[in-house]
């Protein structure tokens, strides 16, 4: 798994970033389809740093599901609390207007 190395700073301004977000993408128990894939990918494309929330009963699919997620997306786990999980991947050319990191 790709892992972006951040440090403890950078970790922590992300996290207050994200801390306003809400969730752009629910996953509920019917698990990871294409469109919830392609739904990230864009989010993370426009966005960079995205709240999702993992509406799944136990621990353990939360936290397969992220590392399913981050894998394919080629995303950082920023922090996971509960349910939701803040994800970041920089984009090459930031959008201004829509990326959350450069507001």
Known sequence: MHIM???????KRYRSIG?????IVTIASNGISENVI?????????H?????KLVLE???SRKEAVAEISQQMN?????????VVLL????KQPNKKLSNLLR
Not at 5 to 11: A, D, R
Not at 48 to 52: C, F
Not at 75 to 83: P, S
């Open 88 to 91: 970041l991947r920089q984009a």
């Open 75 to 83: 995303a950082t786990v920023i922090q996971e609390i509960g349910k």
């Open 48 to 52: 960079e740093l995205i709240k999702i």
């Open 58 to 60: 136990d621990k353990a």
């Open 5 to 11: 190395s951040l440090s403890n700073e950078q970790k």
């Open 19 to 23: 801390h306003g977000l809400s969730p």
């Open 38 to 46: 392609a739904e990230i990918d864009r989010a993370l494309n426009d």
